[in-house]
């Protein structure tokens, strides 16, 4: 009996550290690589540490190390696009998904299916094909391009968030409000848009990190021109273990950030207490 | 305060027809409830009063307004729902003032209204509770204030009392009925519990597909059933099947296929016509079991078996067999039969309605 329970806690214990290191080990790594300044073989450790890579990945210090970048414009760039596709997206998923979780609307089902379309095939020659027609629309290799191509991979969460969001309101909690005197308009900014507002957020919090974290369309799309943060990240990651691991912390900060956010809101108050 | 017009109303989904060809007039301060089983087109009727739904055929008439093509913020209704729909990002004041505030009242008569509505559902200083935070019933107070702190002039509530508890059910149906009535606003009350339709209405409808089986005041409907559908709607019920023999004065003979006679009330009635008897276990009268026999052509006494016996309370529910009818009785509890007993029931003719078998 008490070996079975021994057995039991120690096959626990056993697969929280290795879970625990799955999640937090390639974490670890990072942070230990983008601080190395010397790392040999065979050592487990660095041999000497400090915020070099940092500095010269931030342009606060000029670098001359192979694969060096300064990963600021990157930076910038990466976030100007992933912005401009959350606010489209979300211009489009809105109203979208509220129709679709609504209103009977003829192939609503289809039409919710093709927003899946993007996501449903291998990546690469979805976007080889895409590629043509953006080379014909002289799309390619632009910015507009790159910011199309996260639109539409985006649509697929965003539309497919929100339309879950608004379709678990409960309706009689509109047309209650209808009933009180309130116009299809004012019921929807008072009492469907706040309700709906923590799936709206994580909506556009998926939007945005898929768009940061875009690696295959905007290599297909925006190459040569078009250096967004992860594209960098895969050119750098090739030469300088140390930079690469500065820009995939970057990348991560914003993720989990935002995933705790979520989080908060998922827990507010309110939430809690939909349709009981 | 105002009158309400359904007149012939049809209300199709794809080719179900839910609601037939309706037509209801409500009076001024009238309480109207919808009565039927699930299905039979309760909420259908009421969605196209509240303006949810467009009838296909006929019009909706509030007062001498025909409000069939005026969206439902327009038409002046309150609505209480069954999972009674309050927003939940709103405290119990805001739930009240949003309406109010929506109609451009100023900020002191508003509160003022709210709180002379949370004060006749007995909510006093639950103002700034969130709705999650009240029990079922208490929600329920709040969205029946929320409707009525507007004064419209049609209240509309649907099953709104069948998420609670039996006996909360019990008592806020009459502070339903109370408030109603102090408010006197024309209101429609769906349900599908009979009781409470008893309780509460000033007339009953009942619904069976769509159609008006009947309408009428509470003791109409119960004690003249027009038919078998109203009749086995209204509690327990048991029918007696047989042909009509002839009249004898108010009374109707009627004699089973099996040879027994019995007689009830009805109208309009002649020999050879089918007809069933309405018998309701408080028509049944147990007469001791000791008691020495009755001459046999006694009117509507019969000697019965008793088949099952089942405590419930104060009550015992039996079921009597008489040649091949089964009768649902009532007995006290205090003298028991047994399944097996052999007892003498008396019918009184008097409260036996006779209806037209279909
Ligand atoms: N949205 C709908 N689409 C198709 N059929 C419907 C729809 N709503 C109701 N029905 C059908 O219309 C009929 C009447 O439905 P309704 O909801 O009015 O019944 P009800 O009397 O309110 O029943 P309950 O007591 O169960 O609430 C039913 O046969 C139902 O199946
Ligand atoms: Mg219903």
Redesign the pocket.
């Given at each position: 009996m008490i070996n079975r329970r021994v057995l039991k806690v120690t096959g626990e214990i056993v697969l929280l550290i290795v879970s625990f290191l799955f999640l937090f080990g390639p974490m670890v790594s990072l942070f230990l690589w983008s601080i190395a300044e010397q790392w040999y073989w065979p050592s487990p450790l660095p041999q000497r540490v400090g915020l070099d890579y940092w500095k010269q990945a931030l342009g606060l210090q000029k670098s001359f190390a192979i694969g060096a970048v300064s990963i600021v414009p990157a930076f910038f760039l990466s976030l100007t696009i992933a912005l401009i596709t959350v606010v489209v997206c979300m211009a489009i998923a809105i109203p979208a998904g509220y129709a679709l979780a609504k209103y009977k609307i003829p192939f609503g089902g289809i039409i919710l299916f093709l927003f899946l379309m993007p996501k449903a095939f291998p990546q690469q020659p979805v976007f080889v094909n895409l590629l043509q027609s953006f080379t014909r629309l002289r799309l390619a290799g632009s910015i507009p391009g790159v910011i199309l191509v996260h639109i539409l991979v985006g649509l697929v969460f965003g539309v497919w968030i929100t339309n879950a969001t608004f379709k678990s309101i409960p309706p009689e909690l509109e047309e209650a409000a209808r009933s009180v005197g309130a116009n299809g308009f004012k019921t929807f900014l008072r009492i469907t848009l706040p309700l709906a507002a923590p799936g709206l957020f994580s909506s556009a919090v998926f939007v945005f990190i898929t768009s940061l974290d875009e690696f295959t369309g905007t290599f297909f799309i925006g190459l040569p021109f078009v250096h967004t943060l992860p594209l960098t990240l895969y050119s750098s990651s090739g030469y300088n273990m140390q930079f690469a691991s500065v820009i995939a912390i970057i990348l991560l900060i914003p993720s989990i950030f935002f995933m705790v956010l979520i989080q908060r809101i998922l827990k507010a108050e309110y939430v809690g207490g939909m349709g009981g | 305060m105002s009158t309400l017009l359904l007149d012939h109303i049809d209300k199709y989904?794809?080719k179900?027809k839910?609601?037939d060809h309706l037509y209801l007039d409500v009076k001024e301060g009238e309480l109207v409830t919808?009565l039927?089983?699930?299905?039979?087109?309760?909420?259908?009727?009421?969605?196209c009063v509240s303006g949810f739904l467009r009838p296909d055929k006929g019009d909706i008439y509030i007062g001498k307004r025909k409000v069939t093509d005026i969206p439902p913020e327009k038409r002046g209704i309150g609505l209480v729902f069954q999972n009674y729909a309050l927003w939940p990002h709103m405290t119990v004041f805001q739930n009240l003032a949003f309406g109010l505030q929506l109609k451009k009242f100023q900020k002191k008569d508003i509160e003022q209204k709210v709180g002379e509505a949370l004060a006749t559902v007995k909510l006093e200083g639950m103002e700034e509770r969130y709705p999650r935070q009240l029990s079922g019933g208490q929600q329920q107070r709040v969205a029946l204030a929320r409707a009525l702190v507007l004064e419209p002039d049609i209240l509309l509530l649907?099953?709104p009392l069948s998420n609670l508890d039996a006996l909360l059910r019990e008592q806020m149906r009459f502070e339903i009925a109370e408030l109603q009535k102090r408010y006197g606003i024309t209101t429609i009350y769906?349900t599908?519990d009979q009781t409470e339709a008893m309780v509460i209405s000033d007339r009953i409808v009942v619904?069976n597909n769509?159609k008006i089986m009947q309408e009428g005041s509470p003791v109409d409907i119960y004690s003249k059933p027009a038919n078998k559908f109203v009749a086995g709607f209204m509690g327990t019920t048991s029918f007696i099947e047989g042909s009509v023999q002839g009249n004898l004065g108010k009374y109707v003979q009627l004699q089973t296929n099996d040879g027994l006679f019995i007689y009830g009330i009805g109208e309009g009635f002649k020999e050879g016509d089918r007809a069933s008897v309405v018998v309701r276990p408080e028509n049944i009268g147990i007469i001791e079991k000791s008691s020495v026999s009755h001459e046999e052509d006694a009117k509507n006494i019969f000697k019965v078996s008793v088949l099952r016996a089942s405590y419930v309370g104060e009550v015992i529910d039996y079921k009597f067999k008489v040649k091949n009818t089964i009768l649902r009785a009532k007995g006290d509890a205090k003298r028991p039969l047994r399944s097996g007993d052999t007892v003498t029931v008396y019918l009184n003719p008097d409260e036996l309605p006779i209806i037209r078998s279909d």
């Open positions: - | 989904y794809g179900t839910a609601v919808l039927g089983p699930s299905g039979c087109g309760k909420t259908t009727t009421l969605r649907d099953e769906v599908h619904l769509g």
